[in-house]
């Protein structure tokens, strides 16, 4: 793999320690400083929505300004996260608390592009294993995030998980550093200058592929945030397991994320893409069986373990299949509109994972996942009805 891969694999495993940072300890905080407890899940959810909102102006950007000065400003704005938490910490401050997030959700929408940039500096046969090195990276931010959000948490602690906050700001400071010395803007292998912007977005979204890569990635992620979201509180608060037993679940729910990134891009080009995303659905029916047979901590953490498969195998089988429904041209526009469907859906899911856990429980929110399952499968179907036809016409 080119260097610049190897830079961006670095840089992910320390700018995306935000993501697992306030998943672990944001609705945990947001439960102390939070007016009612149907608030505490907002921060996580915030989060997402601060990725979304940042998504088109981050690609925007990199289209005029570059990958590299962008993905620099993405790794500032997470620095600025980390202290606006830790003001957040010393203030008691629920609304900065929220503030931090977005903000910490401005900057994953940078470090989310990360894997386009990794695709975009080899040759096409070697795009969906570039996007699984880079999401490697996730590995150690699946142990580092939930460890630096710790350090704080001690019942002494006069103001609980300001040290966290002021830990991930030095975190993001060092993905600065790697990016700004390690990354090679000549090693993308695509043009920077285009004439025209490619087909009309009505058209392309017309195409089965595009629907499906952008469904692969935007239900998979809805699933695994609504579940994952409110795993925390649902084995502190409701199931009555210690922050320890939580954040041994999160990390390992985590690193499984991650993990399989390790063959993903070789199975890709051993079983293909319909095979793969197929197995990641039943994983995540897996998840859902389980999660709602039980509130053990084997079940959490089983269930966690296949949420976290199924949710690698269909984000980069969405990811690999996307490039090949859009131009030169126009991968900026579609890459942008793919984030938005997909972390707009991760918002949704975040945001409502905590009042839907009061209203209905833990075994009735697991459940609501597989409605979502179901119509990604209609949409594999429906592209594979399509790909034969136009193979046999």
Known sequence: MPFNVWV???????????????????????????????????P??????????????ATWLMQAFGRKRIMLLGALMGMLAGTLGALASWLGLFPLLCLAAVVGGTGLAVVHQYRFAAMESVPDNLAGSAAARVLLGGLVAAWLGPEIATLGRGPDAIYPFLTSWVALAV????????????????????????????????????????????????????????IMTATPLSMTEVAGHDLDAAKRVIQLHIMAMYLPSLIS????????????????????????????SGVSFHHYLAALLLLGVGWNFLFVGGTTLLPRGYT??????????????????????????????????????????????????VLMLRWLTHREAKATG
């Open 328 to 377: 030169d041209a126009e991968r900026f526009r579609v890459q942008g509109l793919n984030d938005i469907f997909v972390f707009g859906s991760q918002a949704t899911a975040a945001l409502s994972a905590g009042v839907i856990l009061s209203w209905v429980g833990w075994s009735s929110l697991v459940m609501i996942a597989a409605p979502l399952l179901v119509i990604h499968g």
């Open 171 to 226: 975190v993001q400071f060092a993905a600065l550093v790697i990016l700004g010395f390690g990354y090679r803007a000549q090693g993308e292998l695509v043009r920077k200058v285009h004439t025209g912007g490619g087909r009309p977005l009505r058209e392309i979204l017309a195409n089965p592929l595009i629907l499906v890569a952008i469904s692969a990635a935007a239900i998979g992620y809805a699933v695994m945030s609504f």
């Open 265 to 292: 891009g070789w199975l890709i080009r051993v079983i293909g893409i319909p095979l793969m995303m197929s197995i990641g659905m039943l994983a995540c029916l897996g998840c859902v069986v389980l999660a709602a």
């Open 44 to 57: 996580v959810g915030l989060v997402v929505v601060g990725t979304v909102l940042a998504i088109k102006p």
């Open 8 to 42: 961006l694999v670095a840089a992910q495993a320390l700018a995306m320690c935000t993501a697992p940072f306030i998943v672990f300890i944001g609705s945990i905080q947001g439960r102390m400083l939070a007016s009612a407890p149907e608030y505490a899940t907002l």
